[in-house]
């Protein structure tokens, strides 16, 4: 697959204005509102969330008995009144949980097409695609997923009554909270594509510019709420809630109906996992691209001295960027929905095959990425053939990690009417048409392509490692396709370089995903010496402002917990006990 001839124009618009890369750059943080602790360290139990409120929330559920999936589920839902960039009950998620006794599980309540949707639907006569039909408005929306995600992780894991987890969310809608300067700056700034889709009764939408210190209060949010406290799954996907989205639906050519909300299902699914050295590494099967890609590179590196090489030496950056261009064409061949196209796991994680991978790969000399395509592994095996973070960890040891999106900022920008809350654009995480970008530059194929009910791939990587049989860290972040490097380039940090889990959070950072053929590159990230030898070696280089955005718990040696938000989210907040 080759990139569109629009291809460097549509990259060059999105690096300008997506907020995952750029829209939190120089905002003033959160603690002018609220106490915020970027990094912490407790002795029994740690959260780390994206608001101050929501850990807050987490810490209390901790407090009053709580388990670690009591306190993630209670975080979700605060997430979505007071993070409404990106919480959500109209999105979807992945979570990876470790329990007490050391055993993995894999919660998949990513969203789904549906079932009206079709191959070509973002296409024109002409078989073009329809430039942001995916991203915004009524078509761009799935099925959504996170309330059937945390009622199915309650039923398996919890131990405090569900009404008791969603309560404080309730309270949050119904009285309000202060509002940080980085969610004024936001709200602000989507005043006009809020006011485009739905301004009636909408609590995101004010006459005035919103300031910091105002009050958001969402009734009927809390409405809504109340009904997922009182109903369950039923709450939400029937009922007075799913009347409201489908009504909302027939206002601007959506497709989802009442059918699909009440078909909609979680899925338990099997982790996957590898050995790095003496540590355990297990992530999110797909639809999440993520586990397979960072268990990849984990494996690649392992045959290399890094630690010799050094922090961000040439040769440590060249063999990263090399890999990450490898691995992100066998993402854009041979991952999607597992329930409808068959991922060659197995084979992308042999060593063999991973070996024959690195076979072009040039010390001295960047491989151009027309040069690279999916990897071939029949001669190997026989096999037939897949945005918000939260880290918890309580004081039995058990641990979550569990990432949720709308996608863009805000998703759709479509608040359903009556029930107050956004809906997503995960549909532009579909393939729309093979070898065209989505928002974030990534290409697709088959595997990824739009079908009825189908989950649409994902690049969220909710992570947990394991050290000599015990728990180690627990990670995960938003930002796009960018989540996949950070988290595997902060894992590395800590594994290979030594560093303090605040420090590897902050380091600055790259990322290579095979197309566009070049490296992205943080203002704080290489020297400008580096830089220089790296484009000696063939690399194209382009600078962006951050990535995605971390968020960590480790376990130090003394069984103390290290928990850790990222500096390029102002309100990222670690609180312990």
């Known amino acids: 697959m080759k990139p569109t001839p629009n291809f460097f124009l549509f990259f060059f618009i999105f690096l300008s204005s997506q907020s995952i890369l750029a829209q939190q750059v120089g905002s003033p943080s959160g603690a002018e509102v609220y106490p915020i602790s970027k990094s912490t360290i407790s002795d029994q139990a740690m959260v780390v969330s994206p608001h101050p409120i929501s850990s807050q929330v987490g810490l209390d559920i901790l407090k009053q008995g709580g388990n670690a999936i009591d306190a993630a589920i209670a975080i979700q839902f605060a997430i979505a009144v007071v993070y409404p960039r990106a919480g959500n009950i109209g999105g979807g998620?992945?979570?990876?949980?470790?329990?007490?006794?050391?055993?993995?599980?894999?919660?998949?309540?990513?969203?789904?097409?549906?079932?009206?949707?079709?191959?070509?639907?973002?296409?024109?006569?002409?078989?073009?695609?329809?430039?942001?039909?995916?991203?915004?408005?009524h078509l761009a929306a799935g099925v959504p997923g996170t309330v059937a995600g945390m009622i199915a992780a309650h039923k398996k894991h919890g131990k405090l009554p569900f009404k008791v987890l969603i309560q404080p969310a309730i309270d949050l809608a119904k009285e309000g909270y202060k509002i940080t300067q980085g969610e004024v700056d936001r709200l602000n700034g989507n005043q006009a594509a809020f006011k485009k889709y739905n301004a009636e009764d909408n609590a995101l939408v004010k006459a005035d510019p919103w300031k910091l210190g105002d009050v958001l209060v969402q009734p009927n949010l809390a409405a809504t709420l109340e009904r997922i406290q009182k109903k369950g799954k039923a709450g939400f996907y029937k009922g007075q809630t799913a009347d409201y989205i489908v009504a909302e639906m027939g206002k601007g050519n959506g497709l989802i109906s009442l059918q699909d909300l009440k078909n909609y299902d979680a899925r338990w699914r099997q982790p996957v996992e590898a050995i790095y050295k003496n540590y355990h590494i297990v992530s999110m099967p797909p639809p999440s691209s993520g586990g397979i890609i960072i268990l990849q590179l984990m494996k690649i590196m392992e045959r290399f001295p890094l630690a010799e090489w050094g922090f961000q030496s040439l040769n440590t950056v060249h063999l990263m960027a090399e890999a990450e261009r490898r691995v992100y064409a066998d993402r854009a061949q041979y991952m999607g929905d597992p329930d409808f196209f068959q991922v060659p796991q197995d084979s992308l994680l042999n060593d063999k095959y991973l070996r024959q991978r690195m076979s072009n790969y040039n010390p001295t000399q960047a491989t151009p990425s027309k040069d690279i395509l999916a990897g071939d592994f029949r001669s190997i095996s026989k096999e037939s053939f897949e945005t918000e973070h939260t880290s918890v960890v309580d004081a039995k040891g058990n641990a979550v990690a569990v990432t949720t999106t709308l996608n863009s900022n805000f998703g759709n920008k479509v608040m359903v009417h009556g029930a107050g809350f956004l809906l997503n654009n995960e549909m532009d995480d579909f393939s729309a048409k093979a070898g065209v970008p989505n928002q974030f530059g990534l290409v697709g194929s088959e595997a990824n392509s739009i079908q009825p009910n189908k989950r649409m791939l994902s690049a969220m990587s909710p992570t947990i490692v394991e050290k000599d049989g015990q728990l180690f860290l627990v990670l995960g972040a938003p930002g796009g396709s960018t989540i996949i490097t950070a988290v595997f380039q902060v894992m590395m940090n800590v594994i290979e370089f030594g560093m303090p889990l605040d420090e590897a959070i902050k380091a600055g950072r790259f990322h290579n995903q095979w197309l566009p053929d070049e490296i992205w590159v943080e203002k704080a990230a290489l020297t400008p010496e580096l830089r220089k030898e790296l484009e000696l070696l063939g690399h194209k280089l382009r600078e962006v402002n951050y990535m995605a955005v971390v968020k960590a718990i480790m376990r130090l040696p003394n069984g103390k917990l290290h928990g850790a938000g990222d500096p390029r989210n102002p309100d990222d907040d670690a609180k312990g006990y």
């Open 93 to 137: 998620g992945l979570m990876v949980l470790r329990t007490k006794d050391g055993k993995f599980e894999a919660l998949d309540y990513r969203e789904k097409a549906p079932a009206k949707a079709g191959r070509d639907m973002y296409l024109d006569a002409q078989g073009n695609v329809v430039p942001r039909l995916s991203i915004e408005g």
